[in-house]
């Protein structure tokens, strides 16, 4: 695991909320430590541990990561039930520079969106139905071009498992962080990749203990989304397609596959 794992009976220090369009949440109290993932502007955390200018802090979906405390606000007060949640748009804020927030920040109460789009709770979850067909067609559309980033959770960086929980929490489903945590969700899907449905998680192993170390979604027919140091980023592969090299060795490293809807 890449983080602390959560603990939900440890007490809270306090509350605070995401100052920043992206905060890196790292392994260890010092920036040169490995970011583990990243919390969004607006989103709050509980902070476990203050320790200096470094706080312990636990995101919504337990993942717990050390993060800086000037990514933080403890006096910004938790979005309301009229949140904005950004698609990607650029706002201006009072007294402040404009700013380009990622896909699922939470947009303030004074924010004025420039460019871009962003949408209430109620419009999100009528734009991304909890449907699995849409969910692919989400994690196809939303990551085009998306640079692999170990930790990231967004567009503008990702990982494997970052992709698969973005793409679920746009049609509010909350998976973990993690590709592990992940293959724990959901049901048995089977192990023919070649028939999965679209949004089935695919799971892989490159480790001898045959560990979960990598995720991607189905989109039906068999193929799948994903994000893959291998490929840079963002690929969709062709699962038949034995003559790719790395198609291949995919298939020689899958496990398993999991429904979540």
């Given at each position: 695991m890449?983080?602390?794992?959560?603990?939900?009976?440890?007490?809270?220090?306090?509350?605070?909320?995401?100052?920043t369009p992206v905060a890196p949440m790292h392994a260890e109290p010092r920036i040169a430590s490995p970011m583990v993932s990243q919390q969004l502007s607006g989103h709050t955390v509980d902070v476990l541990e203050p320790h200096g200018e470094w706080w312990r802090a636990r995101g919504a979906d337990g993942y717990e990561g050390w993060?800086?405390?000037?990514?933080?606000?403890?006096d910004t007060p938790p979005p309301g039930d009229g949140a904005r949640i950004s698609l990607g748009c650029t706002v201006g804020r009072h007294g402040r520079a404009t700013c380009k927030?990622?896909?699922?920040?939470?947009?303030?109460?004074?924010?004025?969106?420039?460019?871009?789009?962003?949408?209430?709770?109620?419009?999100?979850?009528?734009?991304?139905?909890?449907?699995?067909?849409?969910?692919a067609?989400?994690?196809?559309?939303?990551?085009?071009?998306?640079?692999?980033?170990?930790?990231?959770?967004?567009?503008?960086g990702a990982d494997c498992s970052g992709l698969a929980?973005?793409?679920?929490?746009?049609?509010?489903?909350?998976?973990?962080?993690?590709?592990?945590?992940?293959?724990?969700?959901?049901?048995?899907?089977g192990r023919d990749r070649l028939v999965l449905e679209p949004a089935d998680l695919l799971?892989?192993?490159?480790?001898?203990?045959?560990?979960?170390?990598?995720?991607?979604m189905s989109l039906g027919e068999g193929r799948m989304v994903h994000l893959a140091l291998s490929r840079g980023g963002y690929h969709v592969e062709q699962l038949a397609?034995?003559?790719?090299?790395?198609?291949?060795s995919l298939g020689e490293r899958f496990l398993f596959a999991r429904r979540i809807l």
């Open positions: 890449r983080a602390t794992e959560a603990t939900d009976n440890e007490p809270v220090s306090f509350r605070a909320t995401v100052c993060m800086h405390q000037g990514f933080l606000s403890r927030l990622p896909l699922l920040a939470v947009l303030g109460a004074e924010d004025q969106v420039e460019s871009g789009e962003a949408v209430t709770l109620a419009e999100l979850a009528t734009r991304f139905p909890r449907d699995a067909a849409a969910i067609e989400t994690a196809r559309r939303e990551f085009v071009g998306t640079s692999y980033l170990w930790g990231g959770i967004t567009p503008w929980q973005s793409a679920y929490a746009l049609h509010g489903i909350a998976l973990p962080r993690d590709a592990w945590q992940q293959a724990e969700c959901g049901q048995d899907a799971f892989f192993s490159d480790r001898p203990d045959r560990r979960v170390t990598h995720v991607g397609d034995v003559s790719d090299a790395f198609v291949k």
